[in-house]
Each structure stands twice: as C-alpha cells, then as structure tokens.
C-alpha cells in the first residue's frame, strides 16, 4: 500500500463550502505515481506504458479545505495485460472516497496492450490489499 | 438529451499529446449544468439540492486538443430519492468516453435524503436515452 | 478581437461562492486558441512555436456560476520577437478581471527565440484594441 | 519565508511535455495556506478575510513531472489595508517561476477593505524575504 498526502487548496473547494468532487479523480491520479514508477522509474512521460480504461469514484463522506487528506493506493486485481487499483480518501480519520481505475499495460509504438512482465507482476502484488501493512 | 459543446484548451492536455483523463469528469459535470437548473433554475449554490454519490467513467478513445468535444448527456434511471445520468463524450462523430454519475436529492439543512418530487420526476424523464431526439 | 464563451461549471466555484481566481489563466489560455492558429494552423502540439513569458490578471469584480463568461482577447503589443495579449473577462455587461499574457516566438528545436515573421505580425495587428470593432 | 513541496501528478502536464503554466497559479494559492491561518487560523471559509486584488507569474524555466517541487513564499510588501506575496517555484535547484499576489485585508459582511490590525502586520513581517532564513 501507498500513501500520499495532499493538502488540499482554495481552488480545490466548491461553493457548497466542501471539497469539489472533480478533486479526487485528480489526487488519485497524482497518488499513482509511486505505482508509475514501476512502469516507468524515471517518470519519463516519452516511455509511458499504460493508459486508463475506465475509474470509478464513490463518495461515502465530505472533505474539507484546511486538513490535510490522505491517499491509500492498492493493486487489487492482476489480470493478464492489466490491473485495477483501488484507493481511498481519508481526511481526519473519516472515509470520503473509494476509487477504483483500471489500467492496460499498453505499447505505444505498436498501440496495442501487452501482457504485464512476471517481474511487474510481483511488483504489482506488493501492493495487494491483504500484504500491505 | 443535453448537448454541450467544449472547447478544449492547452490545459486540458497532458504529456502524452492527448485530452488528460482528468478532464472528463469536469466536463461531464459542466455538462450537467442543464440538468442542475431542473432542481436549482437560477443555478444559486445556497439552494443546493443534490449530491454526488458516485462516477464511473470508461475510456474507450483518445481526445485530442484542436477540435471540440460534445457531451451528451441523458437521465438513464429514476430512483426514490435519487437517479442515474448517462453522459458521453463525442470528437469528430467518434465516441471517446462515456459516463455515469449517480445524483442524491438532498436536503442541506436536514443533511438527508428526500424523495424526488413528481415535478421533478417528469422533467427528468423528458432525458431519458429512448425519449430523445 | 476575439470573443470566447465560457460556461462556468459547478468545479469552477470555491467555498467563497464565485469563481475561483485561479480559473482566470485557464479561461484566458482557452480563450487564446484562436490567437494560436495563427503560428499553428491545426493546433497540432508537436507543431508548437509558442512559450509563455508572463502572465498578469487584475481581479476587479466577482465572477459567478450560472451565467456565461465572455472572454475578449487583444493583441496589445507586436515586439521584435514577442508579443503581448491583452484579455478582459465580462459577466452580464460588467467587466470582473483584466489580463496580460507575454507571448515569445520560439523555435523548439534550436531552443531559441526566433523573430515574428511580417506575415504573422500582420494577422496579429489585426487584432490591436483600436482596429477591433 | 514559507516552504511548501508539491508532488507534480500526471494530470499537471500539458501536451509540450512539461508542467503547464496554469498551474502555477494553482500552486501558489495552495502554498499560500500557511499566511491564510494568520489571518483564519483554522481555515474555515467563513471567516475569510481577504480577497486577491492582482497576480503575476513570470516563467524562467520549465517544471517537469517526476521530481518534487519547492514553493518558497514571502512577503514583500505590507500596506494599510493590502499585502503582497512573493513566490518562487523551485526543481531540482533550479528556479522555474516567480510569483506576485496582492492580498487586500477585506470586511466580508461591509463588502470594505479594512486597515491590517498590528497583530497581523507583525506575524506577516516575520516573513519578509530579509528576516527569512
């Protein structure tokens, strides 16, 4: 498991006087980037592997402006080229959100998916809800 | 059906050349706009009656800046107390993402829930996908 | 002068209840699409010959949701190899926010400034504030 | 003088490959959290007292996505009823973009700005960029 800490901003807050739901596809994106760098270690964006299929969010609480929120990043499914993570959104010990997005290994010179190298595999399964801390 | 029309600017793009994920659940809430002023007509933040339950977004082609991007956007089921927008995203007659946003009727000063009243009902159901042109 | 439409949507707001300041240089950049195509016809980013100097915006009103902006874009000053893009951004007949944009022609290959071409400084003065209707 | 680090995610990036200019703006609000609590010490949007008067951002050099960014914020001015922050980017010891802000110290309820009270005026001093570390 990842964590990452935001400290949220004005510009992230809404006129309902919470944290603006477009927010967290946002910060989860930013806390996948330790995730990325299994992919990619330098982060160089010209030798990118993957691309997004599709996320999910559930908002089970609100977050607030002034209190920091932090990210748990998860690989809760392996598949053959791709893999889904999960993510919550905690903020003073409460759950906000849920995020779920699936990702496809992808060759961008061929722009077609791959199978996930076994030693990507055992990466990815570090990160596995049950073996992390 | 709702049409909204954007024109994505330099921002909206990432390092990959193309639309950042991101952006989609943005543009799909601006695009709700429409639907919002069925509950709230002059759109004022403090008469406020929904919340946002959850999004789901699938990523099934790439958006490129330069051309703009329409958004389509549907009532696909009507709850109790809450109902479902479809929503798409469209480029060049290409389909580049579709969405789903579950919506809550809520009352703020309650901070609960409220059944959908039939007013409300029957201007929702004027979206729904086989009612529209 | 160029006129740009934008719909603020509910993400644009802050916990004050208008539009958040940092939406200005977003809009303002959107709205210098059209400016773009002179150095960059189909606004192909690899075709990119463009770089930002500075920007500056005065806040003198607030801007709100559920209403259009209009952004009006100029062309204030044609240097030897840069210019200046003057913007306003009006709501419902008043005038919320002034920006200035420094624009550098800029040949990304040779890393370097490059000086604007007579064909191109004549499309940009057509855009001074006095030669605008 | 105030540090605060960012985390660059993949969403920051634009389509020349690197951080997008808008950004910075962003990211100099947000590393202006810490002089907001002089003002709201528990940041409730309620209780704001200060309204964004100007901004301008000059970009020295480019922000990449990979490495952490190092906002350094001061305060460069203190007048009767306004103050102005100065702000620079850093990566990898390189400066990357400076920043102006001016705050003006505002009567929400009056809709008035309101002289600095010297309590503020001496913990905005202790941030002056000749007393700073």
């Known amino acids: 498991m990842y964590k990452h800490t935001i400290s949220p901003g004005f510009s ?11 927010k967290l596809p946002i ?7 330790e ?12 030798k990118w592997r993957l691309i997004l299929a599709k996320i999910e969010v559930e908002y089970v609480g609100e977050l607030f402006y002034g209190h920091d929120v932090t990210i748990h990043t ?8 791709s893999f889904t993570v999960y993510q919550e959104a905690w903020q003073q010990d409460k759950l906000a959100a849920k995020g779920q997005a699936v990702m ?11 199978p996930l190298p076994d030693a990507i595999r055992m990466q990815l399964a570090q990160h596995a809800p049950e073996s992390s801390p």
């Open 35 to 46: 995730l990325f760098k299994i992919f990619t270690p330098d982060l160089d964006p010209k």
């Open 74 to 81: 998860y690989v809760s499914r392996i598949g053959s080229a």
């Open 12 to 22: 992230d807050t809404d006129a309902l006087g919470h944290i603006n739901n477009t």
């Open 104 to 114: 496809v290994h992808f060759n961008f010179a061929e722009k077609q998916s791959e």
């Open 27 to 33: 910060w989860f994106l930013e806390a996948r980037n």
